[in-house]
DNA sequence: TTTT
DNA sequence: TTTT
């Protein structure tokens, strides 16, 4: 009956974000946002592994995701998983696994560089910033 | 530097659990947990969807799925998300993104089947069951 | 700067839903929960330990949970952390910390009984129930 | 039967922590954590609020705390609600809710401080650090 | 008592 | 493939 889909991760980001706009005007935005592991192995060596999550913003996260973050930013976030199933070139079904976010936050505090001008803009600068 | 890699998830099994052992003798249980989701699209009709998630239990867990749960089973567990890559027949490079449960709650008071033995087992008179 | 506030609970009503209305209309409803931790201790003696959490729901999740819990439900909860202030008959500040809850999934497939009337009804019989 | 109790906090320390043993020679660190929201009220005007958390962690957990943090640092916790009794001066019995912490991260780069000798420690030369 |  |  009920259920429950929660994805939560704390990681950053390997590129600038994606923006894009469908034809009825709503925002979409993808990342990639890298986690990572680090144990020792039976041998005491140390040994590290990277996780990257795929993750997709619409509407007014996309906006606010788009514009703010940039590549090395680290975020918070919510969301819940979905497997999309398309068709590559061959034509042949494929499944990949995506998280919608429904909840953003950053966790750093460094300047924030626009992807479409390249303008550097300082948190401390913009009261208007939503984290 | 830090990171989190977390899945929250209460659903229900698809199927019972497929739990293997490998040649070192580690338990591997595999499962299939159904979420769902409903909503009113804008014609005011309902809508539901159900996402499927892949879940992996190792050792203890992986022992105490097998024997405990079956299809059907409402449950509560806590993962980390894991993308792996593999070789179809055409030897074409394919991503499968499962979830490594670390945790796991039973959520329902039905009686419990042993999937390899069918008997019935009422869980109010096992006080070693391990929810 | 940005920070989070959640807690997640599974666990039973161990009284009816209390709800209320502020002057403004505004629906407010409490709720006790409990949840129990079980354990061996050195001596391999089984110990329980319960603890309980209050629990305060706003305008629609209010009447929701005022409208469709009931003493012994399972539920599982999102929300945040709230320590309040007030003062006791003695005029000494005291410290209450609460639960305000804004997600709520009902966990079991007991009839449900109105608080109000004591009458009881069968999920199944109404499709407008919200969970 | 399951349940579930579990706190997941970001924000950033209050003090520097508190660490000390118990005579079984237990280490025990206690923590401040505020996080904070921010809102537009009915008039358009900021509102924030800031609520402080209680923090026990124990054994290894509190070691890291101990030697790791410092005020203002930045953290991801999960842990789990616990209400304490107590007897205040008046012989009172009293309460206080605090969180059991059994996962930490540290989320800035701040250069580490010890607390006891003042002495800074850079995080990047130091590869024992268990964040 | 933090942080922005 | 579950559950309601």
Redesign the pocket.
């Known amino acids: 009956?009920s259920s429950l889909n929660k994805v939560c991760l704390i990681g950053n980001l390997g590129n600038d974000p994606e923006m894009r706009y469908t034809v009825d005007g709503v925002a979409i935005t993808n990342l990639s946002i890298a986690t990572s592991e680090k144990w020792k192995d039976k041998d005491g060596k140390k040994q590290e592994k990277t996780e990257w999550h795929r993750i997709v913003f619409y509407k007014g996260l996309a906006e606010v995701a788009g514009e703010y973050l940039k590549k090395g930013a680290m975020i918070y976030l919510e969301g819940k998983l979905r497997t999309r199933e398309w068709e590559d070139k061959e034509g042949i079904k494929r499944f990949t696994t995506e998280i919608t976010g429904n909840l953003l936050k950053m966790l750093d505090?460094n300047p924030i560089k626009h992807p479409v001008d390249g303008t550097a803009l300082d948190?401390?600068e913009d009261p208007d910033i939503p984290f």
Chains 1, 2, 3, 4 share one sequence.
């Open positions: 009956m505090k948190e401390d």
